[in-house]
């Protein structure tokens, strides 16, 4: 892409034919010529460096702060742990206040059926039934015993 100032000079000066000449030369070998790569100029050498021999030298002051940081760690989460131990046993006592509800409903129902039977039971006809069925008598008024709470002397004293 040509400037104002290549567009003025083509413009204002003569051109004799070597220097056309010169300039059809120098656009041929300019059109076949390769652009240079970024950084083409710079030569990166490459070492092989090999730290299999090397010991790292310990550090006390390090360990010692390694250790502190994971103990406050650990004192931290068993802090929070704590904080949270009321909420989850009112929680679990919640849910056991609700079984013994349901626990305590099927109880009262089963409570009411017994007392039903209980009575069917108990009942005066029933009794009657179980009676007859068993042939029981009623006794005579002679074999009928009193119990007074009167002494009478029969009894061992001590």
Not at 19 to 37: G, K, N
Not at 131 to 146: E, G, H, K, L, N
Request: hydrophobic content about 40%; proline content about 5%; aromatic content about 10%.
């Amino acid at each position: 892409m040509a400037t104002l100032a290549q567009i003025l000079d083509r413009i204002t000066l003569p051109r004799s034919a070597d220097r056309v000449a010169q300039e059809y030369e120098r656009e041929d070998h300019e059109m076949f010529r390769l652009r240079m790569f970024p950084n083409e100029h710079v030569y990166f050498y490459v070492k092989k460096i090999d730290n299999s021999k090397v010991v790292r030298e310990s550090d006390p002051k390090t360990r010692r702060l390694c250790w502190r940081v994971f103990g406050a760690s650990c004192a931290t989460a068993i802090f929070v742990s704590g904080l949270f131990v009321p909420a989850v046993y009112s929680l679990l006592a919640g849910y056991k206040v609700e079984a013994l509800r349901q626990q305590k409903q099927v109880l009262e129902r089963e409570r009411a059926t017994l007392d039903l039977e209980e009575t069917k039971m108990l009942s005066p006809a029933r009794l009657e039934e179980l009676a007859r069925m068993q042939q029981f008598v009623d006794p005579t008024p002679q074999r009928v015993i009193y119990l007074d709470g009167k002494p009478e002397g029969t009894f061992a004293k001590r």
